[in-house]
């Protein structure tokens, strides 16, 4: 087709544009469906454990493909004091207290856990303060308490945590 100036006049839809709106709604549709079938599925699993023997704690994350990072620990006034004092005493039970899958966009989409002591899991600082207060052979007795097993035992040693007030926003000591 010639316009009036004598050059070509080009059709408002031409073949070659009409032809890329499908490609790219076809693109973005499946985008979009791959992104909602991924979205159930847990990429990572953030673990945590608690010790039975000593409350003292740890975590990692596991990703889908096996690898492990953000790992922490965190180990309570007994630990260290069974460490500097009776190291060849000192055992483990570590309980997971936290198993929680986590999608493509961070939800939280699965939970798994153990049961631990929920005084050691709860109460970690009025825990270490108490353990704080006892003296050298106090603090041995409670390791070996703790680490007998016997539920009936455990409680009466831990009654004192229990009843310690709870201080959130306590200062720090000078």
């Known amino acids: 087709m010639k316009d009036d100036k004598g050059g070509t006049q080009q059709s408002a839809k031409s073949p070659r544009r009409r032809k890329k709106w499908p490609v790219v709604l076809a693109v973005a549709f499946l ?43 965190s180990a309570s006034q007994l630990e260290r004091f069974m460490l500097e004092k009776h190291p060849q005493d000192l055992t483990h039970r570590w309980v997971s207290f936290m198993g929680t899958g986590r999608n493509l966009v961070g939800q939280a989409g699965s939970f798994s856990h ?53 201080e959130p926003f306590r200062d720090p000591q000078p």
Request: proline share 5%.
């Open 31 to 73: 985008a979009v469906l791959v992104f909602l079938v991924a979205l159930p599925f847990p990429l990572c699993r953030d673990m945590g454990y608690v010790c039975e023997h000593t409350a003292s704690r740890k975590g990692y994350r596991k990703w889908f493909m096996g690898l492990r990072t953000s790992q922490w620990y």
């Open 114 to 166: 153990g049961r631990p002591n929920r005084t050691l899991l709860l109460l970690r600082q009025q825990f270490d303060d108490h353990v704080d207060s006892l003296d050298d052979a106090g603090k041995l007795e409670l390791f070996r308490v703790l680490a007998s097993g016997q539920k009936d035992r455990i409680e009466a040693q831990l009654a004192p945590v229990r009843e310690r007030p709870f």
